[in-house]
């Protein structure tokens, strides 16, 4: 289990992305299961980073760890105003440009991008799981 | 970040390696205002991601932004690598604006 805080802040996003990176690198050469859980994981953060400290800018922290049956978990907690980024409003993606619900879409990714992801609140935090099965490399 | 050129009336954005959230809101404000500046003398604006290895959401918006504000103008996205291209696909955005693939000859 590796770990992993900083300030919510945009200027922290690409430390947190780049820690989950080398972290992932460490037990994966897949390429693409490399790249869905980073951006799942960025989509997670900038929404963190944009709706749960609205005053001051509090912690994010995270956690990634492999469990016995091969599934990666990234654990995204932060400790600002209930906010459960799953709720968001999924875009209509057979809409036209200009109705397109912009907003939702990272969300919307994110659930395509992962096998599994919960939302809890608990202590005063929100707390976000991310799972994706890694499959074994062919040798 | 960003470099641009207008070449007849097409105007070529060629984008960085990494387009996460915080590189697209530095860069957005760039393209607005580069599109506004040349909107007379544009009929199709270019992006061309041959540098590009990965898009995040914001950068989808900002497609959906610039799409949005053109009338008789097109947005056509090309040279997309397998991996964006996953991502464009994943949103939907493969049925709104036209994406070439990178076409790659080694």
């Given at each position: 289990?590796?770990?992993?805080?900083?300030?919510?802040?945009?200027?922290n996003l690409k430390l947190l992305t780049g820690f989950i990176e080398s972290s992932l690198k460490k037990?994966?050469?897949?390429?693409?299961?490399l790249h869905d859980l980073i951006l799942a994981s960025e989509e997670i953060i900038v929404n963190i980073i944009l709706y749960s400290y609205p005053e001051e800018k509090g912690l994010i922290k995270v956690w990634i760890f492999l469990d016995k049956n091969s599934f990666v978990s990234i654990v995204i907690k932060d400790h600002g105003q209930p906010f459960n980024p799953?709720?968001?409003?999924?875009?209509?993606?057979?809409?036209?440009l200009d109705q397109r619900a912009i907003g939702g879409l990272g969300i919307f990714l994110v659930k395509k991008l992962v096998d599994d992801i919960s939302y809890c609140r608990k202590n005063n935090s929100n707390i976000l799981i991310l799972k994706k099965k890694l499959h074994k490399e062919a040798i | 970040?960003?470099?641009?050129?207008?070449?007849?009336k097409k105007l070529v954005f060629s984008f960085p390696n990494r387009l996460d959230t915080a590189v697209v809101m530095e860069i957005e404000t760039e393209v607005m205002k580069k599109l506004e500046e040349e909107k007379k003398s544009v009929k199709t604006v270019v992006f061309d991601l041959k540098d590009v290895e990965y898009i995040s959401s914001s950068f989808l918006r900002l497609c959906v932004n610039v799409g949005r504000g053109k009338e008789e103008n097109d947005l056509v996205i090309i040279n997309v690598s397998p991996i964006v291209f996953k991502v464009?696909?994943?949103a939907g955005f493969d049925k709104i604006f036209k994406i070439e693939l990178l076409d790659w000859n080694f």
């Open positions: 289990m590796v770990k992993i805080e900083a300030t919510a802040d945009l200027k037990i994966t050469s897949n390429f693409e299961l799953l709720e968001k409003q999924e875009p209509d993606l057979a809409a036209s | 970040m960003v470099k641009v050129k207008l070449e007849d464009f696909k994943m």
